[in-house]
């Protein structure tokens, strides 16, 4: 071996030397700090917990800047893992062995350093789902019909939340922005914060009518309507009209508006029935018309009687 060599093996190792001097010294150590989050591993089957809910810790962790900084940029979380025995609670203590860190890297402290794990049993039940209405529908309309599908639904949760619960409501129905028939999907109000259901929607049909009234019209004169100008004469000359529609609508009727007709086509045998019909205003409907026919007789035949609507319109 030469000098030469030598030389720089020595060089070599004199610089190795100084750079893991530095690394380890305190001037290029780091002490900091994070917030991990604790999650709990190996709940038993049909258990669940209750206490506690979104833990956190803070670590504090010492070491060289270059290992410390990956440390803190990824946060690596806290695992403790529920003992095979438990049955209701445990006291979980937070160390090393629960985080994982790289070798050169001291945990400083955990804190809390433990904390009070409960648990529950995990159940299950079928309850009633509830829509809760709000005000009611505008003058004039009815609900007919409010269908809420499905009427049940699985709920699943701890057994002292599950327990208590009687029924699962969605979010609420405004009724006094409703003005016509509907289906909505509505969402379902959390019954608890551990507890789930089947299902996250619900669906509402709502059947919604426009509120009838009736009203009668008597003596009301007919209408004579002929293609032919004939003259005829009818018996009776009046009728009485009966007829239903939305209550406002029907309130503001007046009798100009109910219109009683028979259209002559002058074929008619002197004797014979014609039916009544009636002009009615847009959004009425007709009930009943008292007689529904009238008796029909050429003016001839008539004379000598006392006549009513003698005539034609076309």
């Known amino acids: 071996m030469n000098h030469k060599d030598l030389g720089l093996k020595v060089f070599a190792l004199i610089i190795a030397g100084l750079l893991a001097f530095y690394v380890h010294s305190e001037s290029n150590n780091s002490q900091s ?3 991990a989050s604790v999650e709990v591993t190996g709940v038993p089957d049909r258990k669940i917990i209750i206490e506690p809910l979104g833990l956190q810790a803070k670590v504090t962790v010492r070491g060289p800047r270059f290992l410390v900084s990956p440390i803190l940029q990824s946060q690596p979380g806290i ?13 979980a203590t937070l160390a090393r062995d629960n985080i994982e860190l790289p070798p050169g890297v ?31 529908l505008r003058k ?12 049940r639904i699985t709920v699943q949760g701890p057994e002292r939340e599950v327990s208590s619960l009687i029924q699962v409501e969605t979010k609420a129905v405004d009724l ?10 509505l969402s379902l109000r959390s019954p608890g914060n551990l507890i789930t ?10 059947d919604v009518v426009v509120q009838a009234s009736e009203k009668k019209f008597d003596q009301l ?20 009209v009966e007829v239903s529609g939305p209550r406002d609508i029907v309130a503001a009727l007046n009798r100009d508006q109910i219109i009683p007709y028979v259209r002559l086509g002058g074929e008619e045998a002197d004797g014979s029935d014609l039916k009544v019909g009636v002009d009615l205003p847009s959004g009425i409907q007709l009930v009943v018309v008292e007689p529904a026919a ?3 007789r050429h003016s001839e035949a008539a004379r000598g009687v006392k006549k009513g609507v003698v005539g034609s319109k076309k």
């Open 106 to 136: 001291q945990l400083v402290a955990i804190d809390p350093p433990e904390f009070q794990v409960r648990l529950d049993q995990l159940v299950t039940r079928e309850l009633p789902v509830v829509v809760p209405q709000i005000g009611h």
């Open 294 to 296: 009238v008796r029909v």
């Open 79 to 91: 695992r403790v893992r529920v003992p095979s025995d438990v049955d209701k609670s445990f006291l």
């Open 176 to 185: 006094r922005s409703v003005t016509e028939s509907a289906s909505l999907d």
């Open 33 to 35: 700090s994070y917030v």
């Open 197 to 206: 259901t089947t299902q996250s929607q619900i669906r509402v049909a709502m």
């Open 221 to 240: 004169a007919i209408e004579l309507r002929s293609s032919t100008g004939k003259v005829l004469v009818i018996n009776p000359t009046k009728v009485s």
């Open 140 to 151: 004039g309309l009815v609900l007919n019909r409010f269908a809420v599908s499905p009427e």
